[in-house]
């Protein structure tokens, strides 16, 4: 009985998350204002609300102040930093980099918010206030759900960060980086190094993620996401005129059955699932491709280049088993 009272409220998180994505997309397509859809807002349920553990060390009042603050450091970097994209995204990186060492914390989803707004050249105040409310949605909700024994409590104890290790190891993924973006960029083919993908790339160069032990899952199921968010678009959205939000719905109700099968819940699947929502359709084609191609790419060089296991001490997204 136990076990199928257990089973029934993961169901229950299953369709908030949903639900979650659903209503960030309707809201998006009534206001007519694209900067609202936050694709990261999918791995945070997963992270948030679906996993039995959070992968993050993190609390509530970082998840909010985090996602807060480098959603709005990407859009002033768009608005008064005119440099080349390079270097923009290096920033951000950086940034991210720095803010997450100071406030001792793997919250890693950080990255792509900060990223995102650069990619998508987005000024508008509304991203940032968008990504704050989301935030404050999601720590609230999940709140609710350690309250009421939908999901277990968090317990939050800050990463053991070596200041010096963490420097070296910022500046050797800022290094490692740009320069497997030298080309991408130079020939503006960036979704090769989508930010969901600079997410995995980060979390697969600590050496104590579990995701290590299976790399060629984790390249697997950001493909996955990729296809099945750009099937759903072009097919029901752009093809059968459906909106959408119905496409995100379905598509989060997909990515989250592949989820419980395989038993893997790696938050990054969820933000590059929503990618395709929110970038130009010709592109839809051919954006799985990049994502298997950058994202095996970058795992490669986080599996190589990536070993010493003094670099960090800190054990993120410990249920994927």
């Given at each position: ?7 029934q ?80 995204v290096?920033?951000?990186f ?74 070296i ?45 299976k ?26 005129g ?80």
């Open positions: 009985m136990k076990a199928e009272i257990l089973k409220i993961r169901i229950e998180r299953y369709i908030f998350g949903i639900l979650m994505a659903l209503a960030m997309v309707g809201v998006a397509e009534l206001s007519g204002e694209q900067e609202i859809i936050f694709p990261e807002i999918c791995a945070l349920t997963i992270g948030a609300w679906i996993s039995e553990q959070q992968p993050w060390k993190t609390n509530k009042r970082r998840i909010f102040f985090l996602m807060s603050v480098a959603a709005l450091f990407g859009v002033l970097i768009v608005r008064y930093v005119h440099v080349p994209l390079i270097f923009q290096c920033l951000c950086g940034f991210t980099g720095f803010i997450l060492t100071l406030c001792r914390t793997n919250f890693v989803p950080i990255i792509s918010a900060c990223i995102l707004p650069v990619y998508l050249g987005t000024k508008s105040w509304i991203y940032p206030i968008s990504v704050t409310v989301m935030a404050l949605m999601i720590i609230i909700a999940q709140w609710l759900m350690e309250k009421f024994h939908f999901r277990p409590i968090n317990k939050f104890s800050p990463c053991n960060f070596d200041t010096k290790t963490q420097i190891k910022w500046s050797k993924l800022l290094l490692v980086f740009g320069l497997i973006a030298l080309i991408p960029f130079k020939t503006h083919q960036i979704y090769f190094l989508a930010p969901p993908l600079i997410v995995m790339f980060t979390e697969l160069s600590n050496v104590n993620s579990p995701a290590r032990k790399p060629h899952y984790i390249v697997g199921l950001m493909t996955f996401g990729a296809f099945v968010g750009c099937l759903l678009r072009y097919v029901l959205n752009i093809y059968l459906l909106p959408l939000s119905i496409c995100t719905a379905l598509a989060c109700l997909i990515l989250f059955i592949a989820l419980h099968k395989i038993r893997i819940n790696f938050p990054p699947a969820g933000a590059i699932l929503l990618i395709p929502m929110i970038i130009d359709k010709s592109l839809l084609l051919r954006f799985p491709v990049e994502v298997l191609f950058g994202g095996t790419v970058l795992c490669i060089a986080a599996l190589i280049l990536f070993r010493n296991k003094n670099i960090t001490n800190n054990k993120p997204l410990e249920n994927i088993n």
